[in-house]
């Protein structure tokens, strides 16, 4: 059902665009849904691993919310203040003053929602974003960020159903 969603509202979309807009730029749409499909499937994953760690339904689902709140809200807010702490500069008056230190994109690339970020940039040739320079360091392609993507959406999946092998026996 996720994947269906997913597919048929973006793909929708992508004919959309396509139709009025040109099919150029086709493969970085795709990569796009797929990198989509693999981040709603990591989070569904993480709940999946949590209701086996956990001794309550309301426990596991408060662990899943935590988590995705965590990775979309508090993970840059974090990753961006320890980056101010250690001197990076944040002009946003002056694009070209804006200073990101590479470990910070290295570190902010841990995040599953932000792999789908710098796979979006990377599957679209884009270096900036809202006209502020985003350099990725070279390790970071579509293809690595739909391979951590693919992982993050697998290996919870895979710890879950050891858990459940082991309960069972």
């Known amino acids: 059902v996720?994947?269906?969603?997913?597919?048929?509202?973006l793909g929708s979309a992508g004919v959309a665009i396509a139709v009025s807009a040109g099919a150029g730029g086709w493969e970085g749409y795709a990569a796009l849904m797929v990198g989509t499909l693999l981040l709603a499937l990591a989070f569904v994953s993480l709940g999946i691993l949590f209701s086996t760690l956990a001794s309550k339904r309301s426990s596991a689902i408060a662990l899943a919310v935590f988590v995705?709140?965590?990775f979309t809200?508090?993970?840059?807010?974090?990753?961006?203040?320890?980056?101010?702490?250690?001197?990076?500069?944040?002009?946003?008056t002056n694009p070209s003053a804006f200073n990101i230190p590479q470990w910070v994109l290295s570190v902010d690339v841990a995040n599953p929602a932000e792999e789908l970020s710098a796979l979006t940039l990377?599957?679209?040739g884009m270096?900036?974003?809202m006209g502020f320079p985003v350099e990725?360091?070279?390790w970071?392609?579509?293809g690595s960020m739909l391979a951590a993507l693919?992982?993050?959406a697998f290996l919870p999946l895979a710890f879950a159903f050891l858990r459940l092998r082991r309960l069972d026996f």
């Open 2 to 9: 996720l994947a269906l969603s997913v597919l048929a509202g």
């Open 136 to 138: 990725y360091p070279p």
């Open 127 to 129: 270096h900036q974003v």
């Open 68 to 70: 995705w709140f965590f």
């Open 122 to 124: 990377a599957s679209f």
């Open 140 to 142: 970071v392609s579509a």
């Open 73 to 92: 809200v508090v993970w840059g807010l974090l990753i961006f203040g320890l980056a101010a702490a250690s001197g990076a500069s944040f002009d946003i």
């Open 150 to 152: 693919a992982l993050w």
